[in-house]
C-alpha cells in the first residue's frame, strides 16, 4: 500500500509490437473486458499512473497522457462512470486520445468507488459498509481537491525542471487546469466550488456534457421508475451488497433480460441515437459499474427537493454535521468559473429543460449551452456514440480552443 501514497508518478512507455496485442487485431468481444490500462497499454502512446491520496484516505489511480509544458486538461467522470468512459471508443474517436493528439496534457480521474482504479482506502477495503458511505458530495470535497492539487504539484515540478514558471505568470499556468465532465462531474464540480473556493482560480474552464443538478420536474422518468430504483437499492444494502452494480452486472443481466434493459435503458437513458445500439454502453465490463447506495439515495433527495442540497442524513444527524435540521443548499452563487453546457436532445435525465435551468441559475458563469446536433441523443451517447467524434468531441475542442483564445461567441441553443 506504501507505493500508493506517494506523490511521484510511475512513467510507463510502450511500444506496440507487431505480434503484440492491439486495438484494431483484437476481437471487439474482448475489447468489452478491456479496462482503462489495457487501451493505454494497446496503443504507441506514452502514458503515466499517478497514485493519489484524498484528505479522508481513498487511494485513486489517475492515468496522464503526458504533453509536457501543455495545457492541462482534466477529464471527470460521471455516476456509475470511470476514466474508461474517455478511451473506450479507441484513438481515432476517443476524446482523451484526440485531445493528446491535438498536443494538451490529458489527465484521466477516477473518483472512489470506481473498478479497479478507485477501490483502495489506507485503512478501509472496499467490502466494508464504510468504504462505500459516500456521494458526489466526497467526489467534489475530497476527490476532485486532491487531484488537482496533485496535478499542479507534478506540472509546476516540470515547469521548474525546465527553468520556467518562476513569475506570477508561470504560477498560474501551470495551476490552472481545463475540466470537461460527465453527468455527475458537474454536480462534483459544483461541490468542489462551493466547499473549496480557491478552486475558482485554479479551473480555467469546465465543459460540461449531460450536466446534473437540478432534477425535480426536469427528468423524463417519473416516481414509478425512482420507486424501484430505490426499491433495488435497499434490496442490495439488505443482503449487505454494499456496491450496487459491480462489475460485468449489467453485461450479465441484460445478456439474460434483454427486454427489461431496453426498457429502463430508454427510461432512465433515454432513447439513443441508434437504437439498436441502445444497450451497448452495457457489454462493457467496466465501463458501467459501482455506486454506492449514497450516490443513488442522495440524487434521489435532489429529485424530490427541486433544489441542489447536500446528503439529507435525517434530523438528529443533519443537526451534527450541518447544525440543522435540514441538509443545507451548497451556495452556487460563489461558483464564477466559466462553464459551457451540452445537452443531447433525447437525453432522459440530463434533459433540455434540466439544462437550461441550470444555465438560468447560472448565468453569470454559463458562456455558452449547446445542442448536440443529432435528433435522438441520450446519456450514454455522450461517450459511446458512433459519432461521438463529429458530434460531440469536434465540437467540444472547438469550443475550448476558441475560448482559451479569447474568441468565445456568446450561443444558447
Not at 458526489?136 to 507534478?154: C, N, Q, S, T
Not at 450479465?252 to 437513458?269: F, H, I, N, P, V
Not at 439544462?355 to 450514454?380: D, E, G, P, T, W
Given at each position: ?13 510502450l511500444i506496440v509490437c507487431a505480434i503484440g496485442r492491439n486495438a484494431h487485431s483484437s476481437p471487439p468481444e474482448s475489447r468489452y473486458k478491456w479496462t482503462t490500462m489495457d487501451w493505454l497499454e494497446a496503443q504507441n502512446v506514452s502514458h503515466e499512473v499517478h497514485n ?272 440543522s435540521v435540514e441538509a443545507i443548499s451548497y451556495n452556487i452563487s460563489q461558483v464564477t468559473v466559466p462553464i459551457i453546457l451540452y445537452f443531447g436532445e433525447t437525453d432522459a435525465i440530463a434533459t433540455p429543460e434540466g439544462v437550461h435551468a441550470i444555465y438560468a441559475r ?52
Amino acid at each position: 500500500m506504501g507505493g500508493l501514497g506517494c506523490i511521484g508518478a510511475i512513467k510507463v512507455m510502450l511500444i506496440v509490437c507487431a505480434i503484440g496485442r492491439n486495438a484494431h487485431s483484437s476481437p471487439p468481444e474482448s475489447r468489452y473486458k478491456w479496462t482503462t490500462m489495457d487501451w493505454l497499454e494497446a496503443q504507441n502512446v506514452s502514458h503515466e499512473v499517478h497514485n493519489v491520496t484524498t484528505a479522508d484516505g481513498y487511494q485513486l489511480q489517475v492515468q496522464r497522457l503526458p504533453r509536457l509544458g501543455a495545457k492541462p486538461v482534466l477529464l471527470v467522470h460521471g455516476l456509475l462512470g470511470s476514466s474508461l468512459g474517455w478511451v473506450c471508443m479507441g484513438p481515432e474517436r476517443s476524446l482523451a486520445f484526440q485531445l493528446h493528439h491535438r498536443k494538451y496534457d490529458v489527465w484521466l480521474a477516477n473518483l472512489r468507488g470506481v473498478a479497479p482504479y478507485g477501490r483502495q482506502h489506507i485503512d478501509l477495503t472496499d467490502v466494508m459498509v464504510e468504504f462505500w458511505r459516500f456521494s458526489f458530495h466526497e467526489h467534489g470535497a475530497y476527490d476532485l481537491p486532491a487531484i488537482i492539487d496533485h496535478m499542479a504539484k507534478v506540472t509546476g515540478g516540470e515547469q521548474l525542471q525546465r527553468g520556467e514558471g518562476s513569475g506570477a505568470d508561470g504560477e498560474e499556468m501551470h495551476h490552472q487546469v481545463v475540466l470537461i465532465g460527465h453527468s455527475q462531474a458537474f454536480n462534483a464540480f459544483l461541490v468542489l466550488c462551493a466547499v473549496h473556493p480557491r478552486f475558482n482560480q485554479r479551473i480555467q474552464l469546465i465543459q460540461a456534457l449531460a450536466p446534473l443538478a437540478r432534477l425535480h420536474r426536469q427528468v423524463r422518468f417519473d416516481s414509478f421508475q425512482v420507486r424501484h430504483l430505490m426499491k433495488f437499492v435497499k434490496k442490495r444494502q439488505k443482503a449487505n451488497k454494499f456496491e450496487i452494480f459491480p462489475p460485468g452486472y449489467f453485461r450479465k443481466t441484460c445478456q439474460a433480460k434483454r427486454d427489461l434493459c431496453e426498457y429502463y435503458a430508454k427510461q432512465l437513458a433515454g432513447s439513443a441515437q441508434n437504437n439498436k445500439k441502445l444497450l451497448e454502453a452495457f457489454n462493457y465490463e467496466y465501463l458501467l459499474q459501482g455506486g454506492s447506495p449514497r450516490e443513488i439515495k442522495h440524487l434521489q433527495q435532489i429529485w424530490k427537493s427541486g433544489d441542489f442540497i447536500s446528503y439529507d442524513f435525517g434530523t438528529a444527524e443533519n443537526m451534527q454535521v450541518y447544525h440543522s435540521v435540514e441538509a443545507i443548499s451548497y451556495n452556487i452563487s460563489q461558483v464564477t468559473v466559466p462553464i459551457i453546457l451540452y445537452f443531447g436532445e433525447t437525453d432522459a435525465i440530463a434533459t433540455p429543460e434540466g439544462v437550461h435551468a441550470i444555465y438560468a441559475r447560472m448565468l453569470k458563469s454559463v458562456k455558452s449551452v449547446q445542442r448536440i446536433n443529432s435528433k435522438k441523443f441520450n446519456h450514454l451517447d455522450f461517450l459511446i456514440s458512433g459519432d461521438v467524434k463529429s458530434l460531440v468531441n469536434d465540437k467540444l475542442i472547438e469550443q475550448m480552443e476558441q475560448f482559451l483564445e479569447g474568441r468565445l461567441p456568446y450561443v444558447i441553443e
